[in-house]
């Protein structure tokens, strides 16, 4: 399932032009820089065994290789999600809300807590989600999944403890403007609905440094 192919592509020429973003823990269905643009970064196939995770108080942990970039996150109670749709509602109709809001984080390492029961959709022990984390560093939205049996007497290893919370770290003012307005439109909103809308919060923000970025692109192509 691992791009080996991907990997050194993007290691040789391009390093951390190509290299997006990587979701960390929980460990990612897989990682392909090419296909990464694709629902679930491009692997369709749920994995099993699923990773246990917490069902409070668990974190996700992702390496940036944007200056700056937006990230958001969802589940789906779905067996086997193939749509946004199914990060949407439940297989009874309920809404999903988000699992963590629009934030913004740095190039590098960052995690957050997220709390799959305070989702009030009905998880407990044992229950079977699907994990997708979208972000979008300036070259479009680029999506990671991973499959989860959250469990409430599991914690999360004491090395993925999250000390400094991203969603809740001011990187620019700007930032703290971006979270504030996404939040208000956060709650009733489906995945793909909130999706393009971040999108457009992304492009307000991210003009000038995107600029910059095609530049670089420009002097890597010319080497
Ligand atoms: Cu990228």
Redesign the pocket.
């Known amino acids: 399932m691992f791009s080996f192919r991907g990997l050194l592509g993007a290691s040789v020429l391009v390093s951390t032009?190509?290299?997006?973003?990587t979701l960390d823990y929980p460990i990612s269905r897989g990682f392909d820089d090419d296909n990464e643009v694709n629902f679930c970064g491009g692997f369709n196939s749920v994995e099993n065994p699923r990773q246990p995770f917490p069902l409070s108080n668990g974190t996700i942990h992702i390496d940036s290789?944007?200056t700056l970039a937006t990230v958001v996150a969802y589940i789906s109670t779905s067996s086997n999600p193939t749509s946004f749709n199914d990060f949407n509602t439940t297989s009874n109709g309920t809404s999903i809300p988000l699992l963590t809001n629009f934030f913004q984080v740095p190039e590098g390492d960052s995690c957050w807590t997220v709390d799959m029961a305070g989702l009030n959709i009905g998880l407990t022990n044992g229950s079977l989600v699907t994990l997708q984390v979208q972000f979008d560093?300036?070259?479009g939205n680029?999506y990671q999944c991973a499959d989860l049996v959250l469990l409430s007497d599991f914690t999360t290893p004491s090395n993925e403890t999250c000390s400094s919370d991203a969603t809740t770290a001011s990187i620019t003012s700007t930032a703290t403007s971006s979270q504030a307005a996404s939040s208000t439109s956060n709650t009733a909103t489906s995945a793909a609905a909130t999706q393009s809308s971040g999108a457009a919060v992304l492009g307000v923000k991210a003009g000038s440094w995107l600029f910059g970025m095609v530049v670089g692109l420009a002097g890597v192509t010319v080497l």
């Open positions: 032009a190509m290299a997006h973003y290789h944007h560093g300036g070259d680029l």
